[in-house]
């Protein structure tokens, strides 16, 4: 799911009062109401992909693995636990603050292709890693 994309109207949603024909052909196109505005996604949606990809990419990393292993030593697993999320809030404010600073100064193609030519930098890096 692509945040920042515009929606694709449909002849149930079209802004125009046209017949079933000329909506129908407009279905793969944004109305030029909404083409022209900045389209700003649910907060609910914006959450539950933001949520779904960190957790899914925090899952058995080495940060939970860490906090696994602390936990497992120091017999304190709640007090672990309030130390891991408050670190993991931590880092997360500093890249959203991160983030708006550069979203206020860059255009969201070039984050894009930035954030695009970052990890294909990274998959080669480990690609080069595993050949050698």
Do not use: C
Not at 10 to 32: C, D, I, L
Not at 59 to 83: N, Y
């Amino acid at each position: 799911m692509k945040l920042d994309s515009l929606p694709v109207s449909t002849p149930s949603t079209s802004v125009y009062s046209k017949s079933h024909h000329e909506t129908a052909e407009n279905t793969t196109s944004p109305s030029p109401a909404v083409a022209g505005s900045a389209h700003k996604q649910p907060t609910i949606a914006i959450f539950a992909t933001t949520f779904l990809t960190i957790f899914l990419a925090e899952i058995g990393d080495k940060t939970q693995l860490s906090t696994l292993l602390m936990s497992a030593e120091s017999h304190s697993p709640w007090v672990v636990f309030v130390g891991s999320a408050a670190a993991l809030i931590t880092t997360s404010l500093l890249g959203v603050l991160l983030g708006s600073w550069i979203a206020s100064r860059l255009s969201p193609k070039t984050i894009e292709k930035a954030a695009g030519v970052m990890l294909l930098l990274i998959a080669l890096m480990l690609f080069w890693d595993v050949i050698h």
